[in-house]
């Protein structure tokens, strides 16, 4: 369990770790295909994936985006990925795919994000405030 509130990592982190094998150009090219991408949104919304699901942890509302290598996302720097996606007119899910892949560059891909673990979704997430009020089995 990840006993902080808030961590970093890479907007790469809300997909699903299968998407990414093999490096970047294989994962690139799995992206082009709308039935991974499918897929790929269908199990970030999985909240028993097999994998540990930061999209889930922190929620739309709970990642804000942080860097970006690519100019042209800038000014995206600050906004949650759900405020983006209501810019955008697409879910959640779609929208971090198409940060990462809709500029066709590699730099696209590298994007940081500040995941916030607690808040009002908690329920649906695995964090502290959450595992305090289970019993250990």
Known sequence: MY???AGGTGLDAAMPPW???GGLEAWIQRMMDPSVRARVAKEMDD???GYENLYLHAG???MILAAFKSDKLKPLT???LAEV???RHTSPEETAMDLCFDLGVAASCTIGSLLIYTSPGCQRRR???CAA???LS
């Open 3 to 5: 006993t902080y509130t």
């Open 19 to 21: 998407v990414r094998e």
């Open 47 to 49: 909240p028993h994936p």
């Open 60 to 62: 739309a509302e709970g």
């Open 78 to 80: 600050g906004k949650t």
């Open 85 to 87: 996606a209501r810019i």
């Open 127 to 129: 964090c502290v405030a």
């Open 133 to 135: 009020r289970r019993p």
